[in-house]
């Protein structure tokens, strides 16, 4: 997955609030926040891909890894066939890509380069491609309204399962 990191350090009051609840608890908490904090990043990349195909805005994802108990990493970006598109190309649609030669890949066994029964040749000079960012553009620009939602959502989370756990509301 071509991804954006996102860590946050220094969530010491909420982490020692998030300690006294249970774990699972806890993991519910912090993973609903994340999820909503990243698809605020994730709906603006997906505004801002360039789409020639759809292929590669369709291709783009989220996933929440849990590192350990209260540390979490949320990858967002171009998936490699996880959502049944490949977007393996995203960084070169980002960053762009210099003029290079293309050549018949040795693995394949084939000579010559083809596509839809169309021949190329033996070798193509590609002429490159400019950058295009999407990924890094939409972060900039939803960063902080991320943050604030997994702020509010951790905190909102927090008081709402610890009044269930004190008998104070039942849902």
Do not use: C
């Amino acid at each position: 997955m071509t991804t954006l990191k996102l860590e946050f350090e220094g969530l010491g009051k909420i982490k020692h609030i998030l300690d006294k609840l249970p774990d699972a608890v806890a993991k519910k908490v912090v993973r609903k926040a994340l999820t909503a904090g990243g698809q605020i990043v994730l709906d603006a990349m997906k505004e801002k891909v360039p789409v020639k195909t759809g292929n590669l805005r369709d291709s783009l994802a989220m996933k929440v890894l849990d590192k350990s108990e209260f540390a979490k990493t949320v990858l967002i970006g171009a998936s490699k066939g996880e959502t049944g598109k490949d977007g393996w190309y995203a960084h070169l649609v980002e960053f762009g890509a210099s003029p290079h030669v293309v050549k018949p890949r040795k693995k394949s066994g084939k000579k010559v380069l083809a596509e839809n029964g169309k021949f190329f040749g033996k070798l193509v000079q590609h002429p490159g491609a400019t950058a295009r960012p999407f990924m890094r553009p939409a972060f900039d620009e939803t960063a902080d309204k991320a943050l604030e939602t997994i702020k509010k959502l951790l905190g909102e989370g927090v008081i709402k399962e610890a009044l269930k756990l004190s008998g104070e509301i039942t849902r």
